[in-house]
Every structure is written in C-alpha cells, then in structure tokens.
C-alpha cells in the first residue's frame, strides 16, 4: 500500500505542473475555445492514469525480474550469453 | 472504441517481444521462483493496460497541447516568451517522463540513498530544458544543426574525460530516457508549432532534431553534477 501511495504522489507532481503550464498559457496566450482546453485536459486525465498503472507494473514487473534475469546471466562462466542477451532484450 | 484497440495493438507489438524472451529466459536459463515470475506476469498487464492509456491520453490532449502552444509563441515575437516558455515545457515534460521517473528510481536504489532520486530527477529535467531552450532559439534563427551537436557533445565528452566513472555511465542513460513517450511527442510538437509559423522553415528541417539536441542537456547536467559532488 505503501509503493502505491508513493507512485501516486509521483505521477501527481509529475503532471500538475504541465497541466498548470497549459492553464497558465490558455489563461494569457491562446484564449482557446472551450471545448478544446477541455479535450486536452481529458487527455492529460487519461495519461496521468495511464502512467500511474505502467509505473505500478514496471515496479512489480521488470525491476526484480530485470535484475533476477541479470544476476542469473551474470553469474555464468562465460560472456556470450551476457552478450546476445543485452542485444536482444535492447531489441 | 476502435482508437483503443489501435493503442493496445500498439503496445502489444511493442512489448510482445520483450515478454517472449523473458519467458524464454525463465524457463531455460533463470529459473526466477514462480511467486517472482507471477509478479511479472501481473505487473506486465498493469504496464500494458498504462501504457496504452499514456498512448491515448498524448494522442487526445498532450499532443494539442504542444502543438497549441508551440504555435501560439512566435506570434509575439518575443524572444524572452519563446525561450521561457522552451524552459517550462522543457522541464516539465521531463519531469512527467514515465522512462526519467523509471531511472531516477532505480538509481537512488542502487547509490543506496546516497543520491536522492527527486535530485537526479531535477538535474535530468533541467539539464533538457537548457538544451530544450537553445535548440529552440536555432529554430528561430536558422543556426545549423551540426554546429550545435559538435557543441553539445564536444562538452560532454570534455566533462567524462574528469568525473568518476560512475557519473559518466549514469549521465549517458539520463541522455536517452529523456526521448520518451510522453516529452518527445509534446516537445516535437511544439517545435512544429513554432517552425510552421515561422517563414522560410521547414518542418522537416526545423521541426525535428529538438528532441535529439535536448537529449545532451541531461548528460552535461548530470556530469556538471559529477564535477561539483566530487
């Protein structure tokens, strides 16, 4: 409960500032219809969400398992491995 | 409804791959406990299911967002507006960057704390703003690309000649996570914006290479970083 509070916190500081830098520039500069600052808003909504579940994931998913996969292949003899492994998970 | 489909097709042909070869290397070479390995599997699904609403929420707003603004700053012309306004959107995309977020974690957990990740955060975001903004000002006045890379990339090869190593390996990742799904959409589209307002410049000239000039300014950042903690 703790991480997602966390991760929470994250994406909040994240996009406050660029949606309060739209409002800011909407406000003084492009006086924009309203329909379309509400689309743009919409979308920043469902981005924000969108990035609050991948950083849930990428936390649960990839980090450990990245570094068991890394550990695993370094702890073999020789290098190739190492090798064509980095080539194709950078693929 | 299609739209979404289109994005989480999207998403699957970008990720497929990488879960395919974990899968592989779980079964023959890792061998991770089945716990860990269910993790993955449920951590997969949330990071797709994100990242196809990050997708969809850039397409539906951000990228207006960088295309309204980017288009809205020349018509002043006032150099001051362009250049803070490169600043602001500079930074803050960055700061919001799902991949910036990513790296700075996994380094405060590998300094074990010695290195706060809100600090490596703000360094990566201002260094990309700074560059953000001169990248910016070559729009506006034409300067070739080439001078600048030479620049940019001629200082930092100066700086890793003198920090420690580990500054040099951590400024050179900070440089290309900032090239992700969220700040380079925004920041291309608003140097769209500026370049098609202006007369006499392409798109395909002008428009593009910000996020490639921009993408120095964390690894000068981090490595100035490396100087002044060392």
Do not use: N
Not at chain 1, 29 to 48: D, F, H, N, Q, Y
Not at chain 1, 49 to 63: E, S, W
Not at chain 2, 134 to 150: D, E, H, N, Q, S
């Amino acid at each position: 409960m703790h991480h997602i509070t966390i991760i929470a916190r994250d994406v909040v500081l994240a996009i406050v500032p660029l949606a309060l830098l739209f409002l800011l520039f909407q406000v003084f500069l492009l006086k924009l219809p309203l329909r379309e600052v509400a689309a743009v808003l919409k979308g920043t909504l469902i981005a924000s969400f969108g990035l609050f579940l991948f950083l849930l994931g990428v936390g649960l998913a990839f980090l450990p398992f990245g570094r068991a996969i890394g550990m695993a292949l370094a702890s073999l003899d020789r290098s190739w491995p190492l090798l064509t492994m980095g080539a194709l998970l950078g693929f | 409804m299609s739209v979404v489909l289109q994005k989480l097709l999207e998403v699957f042909k970008s990720v497929g791959p990488l879960l395919l070869v974990v899968c592989a290397l779980q079964v023959t070479l890792v061998h991770a406990p089945t716990q860990l390995f269910l993790q993955f599997a449920v951590g997969s699904i949330l990071a797709i299911v994100g990242l196809t609403m990050l997708f969809l929420g850039v397409d539906l707003g951000l990228l207006s967002m960088g295309k309204y603004i980017g288009g809205a700053l020349p018509k002043r012309g006032s150099l001051v507006l362009i250049a803070s306004a490169a600043v602001a959107i500079g930074f803050a995309s960055t700061v919001s960057e799902p991949d910036v977020l990513v790296l700075s974690q996994q380094i405060e957990q590998a300094a074990h704390g010695s290195m706060a990740s809100h600090v490596v955060l703000y360094v990566i975001a201002l260094g990309l703003a700074f560059l953000a903004t001169l990248a910016m000002l070559r729009i506006v006045f034409g300067w070739p690309m080439k001078y600048l890379l030479v620049a940019g990339y001629g200082s930092a090869l100066m700086l890793a000649a003198w920090v420690p190593p580990r500054y040099v390996s951590l400024a050179f990742d900070a440089g290309s996570v900032t090239t992700g799904v969220l700040s380079a959409p925004v920041l291309i589209a608003m140097a769209m914006g500026v370049s098609s307002v202006l007369a006499k410049r392409t798109a395909i000239s002008d428009g593009f290479g910000l996020v490639g000039l921009a993408s120095i300014g964390p690894v000068i950042a981090l490595l100035l970083m490396g100087v002044l903690g060392s």
